[in-house]
């Protein structure tokens, strides 16, 4: 008699521990759901508003404030399967790699031609311009690859369009895929050249990076105590580009968060530690941006998206500097 009882007891605990917790998911997810909905409409946006600085004075306080001995931009570019479909509202449902000969045809070509020249007309050095490739069949989310050569810098990015063009032909793309690697590569590159400084460009098509993966927020968290290193990710393809504005935003969060912790502690073991919070991650909605521009004004939206920070990175490099030797 007691049997059938107990399991009747069983039976009916699980279904209220289950209840409860699919409750608590689908709250969660409709919690998520309503916040993505509304990120749009944020400041989390790239969308520079009109109050904002111009495009000129932002130019003239870059040229004000760098001061590195040189330039180096590391574009890496995403060879995931996902670029197989990433295209149907945004690139006539083609492949995000689809190309065309020697035209500037796809959405990752248009994107490097557009920075390439943001970077060319704004920054006061030569710049030297290498590229990686990650998520293909060989490195998929564990490493990346040289498209240019064997990683090494060239003082023009239409060889990188050229290389770029021929690799393409013979990559395997696949996945998963990790920002993680490459980013690592930017922080080992900022630590070892202090004089110089170092952006990287990561195009992409999906977003790959969390503020609940632990490695993500330590990534972010030591690159925001380098001010010689900057990373931009461009997202190209259909998106939801919202999801990662609200990414940089958690992720934004809680490394001022982990810094107000280690406020009083600059020297942790392994650890780069800098007294300032160097604020140099920064998302770009490519397709967003790239067709908005205001010839009037002789304003590029996607210029004042990628450059905005980069003044006040600055300011607080040159800070940094003249603390070090006072």
């Not at 502690?265 to 067709?291: C, M």
Request: hydrophobic share 35%; charged share 20%; proline share 3%.
């Amino acid at each position: 008699m007691l049997a059938p009882l107990v399991w009747c007891s069983v039976a009916f605990l699980i279904y209220v521990l289950l209840y409860d917790y699919y409750r608590r998911r689908i709250l969660k997810q409709r919690a998520t759901s309503d916040l993505l909905e509304t990120l749009e409409n944020t400041q989390f946006n790239s969308i520079p508003t009109s109050k904002r600085k111009l495009l000129v004075d932002i130019k003239q306080e870059i040229h004000r404030y760098f001061d590195f001995n040189s330039i180096r931009v590391i574009f890496a570019i995403d060879f995931s399967a996902s670029n197989e479909w990433q295209g149907r509202k945004t690139f006539n449902g083609q492949f995000l790699h689809k190309t065309n000969a020697n035209k500037i045809y796809n959405p990752y070509q248009k994107a490097i031609t557009q920075l390439g020249d943001i970077f060319q007309d704004v920054f006061p050095k030569p710049i030297g311009y290498s590229c990686f490739g990650f998520g293909d069949q060989q490195t998929k989310d564990f490493s990346f690859f040289p498209i240019v050569g064997s990683g090494e810098a060239y003082n023009n990015y239409q060889l990188v369009l050229e290389a770029y063009l021929e690799q393409t032909k013979d990559i395997t793309f696949s996945g998963p895929t990790n920002y993680i690697p490459i980013i690592q590569m930017l922080i080992s590159h900022g630590i070892r050249c202090e004089r110089d400084f170092t952006m990287l460009v990561i195009l992409t098509d999906e977003l790959k990076m969390s503020h609940e993966d632990n490695s993500s927020v330590e990534a972010i968290y030591t690159l925001s105590n380098l001010p010689n290193t900057c990373l931009l990710v461009v997202g190209v393809g259909d998106g939801p580009w919202q999801k990662l504005s609200y990414e940089e935003h958690c992720l934004r969060e809680l490394v001022f968060k982990k810094k107000h912790q280690n406020k009083k502690n600059f020297a942790q073991k392994g650890i780069v530690q800098s007294y300032i919070l160097f604020d140099n991650f920064h998302f770009v909605d490519f397709n967003t941006l790239a067709l908005k521009s205001d010839k009037i004004a002789n304003e590029n939206y996607l210029a004042r998206a990628v450059l905005a920070k980069l003044p006040t990175q600055f300011k607080q490099a040159c800070r940094t500097e003249e603390d070090e030797y006072s």
